[in-house]
């Protein structure tokens, strides 16, 4: 198993910045991809941003490209979401998600090839 801890949700104004991290302790793979998906209330849950072991492919969704950028330290097992300009629509709880089988690409962007899920991270933008 794999364990998931995301941190670093908050209360932000709009123009504002956060740092979302997750760690991953248990049986940790060495190859495996990692996302961030994020789901507001009364929708579902879409997908943010993942990459690849290497660290240097990367996937976003429209709606954050050249806001949000994501990053890692395999030597931590940890994935960052760096957040900015965040606006009212950003405002949701963010899940970290491991695909554990995964370390040739593509960047996996659908929640069903993601195998293990952390328990999110409330992110609230003001106006």
């Known amino acids: 198993q794999v364990q998931l801890v995301e941190s670093g949700g908050g209360l932000v104004q709009a123009g504002g910045s956060l740092r979302l991290s997750c760690a991953a302790s248990g049986r940790t793979f060495s190859g495996y991809s990692m996302g961030w998906f994020r789901q507001a209330p009364g929708k579902e849950r879409e997908f943010v941003a993942a990459?690849?072991?290497?660290?240097?492919?990367?996937r976003y969704t429209d709606s954050v490209k050249g806001r949000f950028t994501i990053s890692r330290d395999n030597a931590k097992n940890t994935v960052y979401l760096q957040m900015n300009s965040l606006k009212p629509e950003d405002t949701a709880v963010y899940y970290c998600?491991?695909?554990?089988?995964?370390?040739?690409?593509?960047?996996?962007?659908?929640?069903?090839?993601?195998?293990?899920w952390g328990q999110g991270t409330q992110v609230t933008v003001s106006s």
């Open positions: 990459i690849m072991w290497s660290g240097d492919n990367t």
């Open positions: 998600a491991v695909d554990k089988d995964n370390a040739l690409g593509p960047v996996p962007w659908s929640p069903y090839e993601y195998d293990y």
